[in-house]
């Protein structure tokens, strides 16, 4: 059975870092691509940043380009998201992914899922 467990939420000041990881129980989790999507209270779950599985190439969203880096170690079984910079909007619950798809910034791409880290940045 495949768990992805997303570890490293909380509550942090406007301007502040936090660096989420997803740990994954995969023994081909170097075949996989990894994304990370968040979903905030009353909103679609929405893409975030992605990475192919050789680290090669990475993606992310407008709203948070420049200030989260996506990364990954294959021999960890392990994607992180840095987050710095927070802002109040990007108060939600995060949820790491793996897929075959790369780049893929649509959900229903990806076939593993976690069970989600919350984040909350206040003002």
């Known amino acids: 059975q495949v768990q992805l467990v997303e570890s490293g939420g909380g509550l942090v000041q406007a301007g502040g870092s936090l660096r989420l990881s997803c740990a994954a129980s995969l023994r081909t989790f170097r075949n996989y691509a990894m994304g990370w999507f968040r979903q905030a209270p009353g909103k679609e779950r929405e893409f975030a940043a992605s990475?192919?599985?050789?680290?090669?190439?990475?993606l992310y969203a407008d709203s948070v380009k420049g200030r989260f880096t996506i990364s990954r170690d294959n021999a960890k079984n392990t994607a992180y998201l840095q987050m710095n910079s927070l802002k109040p909007e990007d108060t939600a619950v995060y949820y790491c992914a793996v897929g075959f798809k790369a780049l893929s910034t649509y959900s229903l791409e990806y076939d593993y899922w976690g069970q989600g880290t919350q984040v909350t940045v206040s003002s």
């Open positions: 990475i192919t599985w050789n680290e090669g190439n990475t």
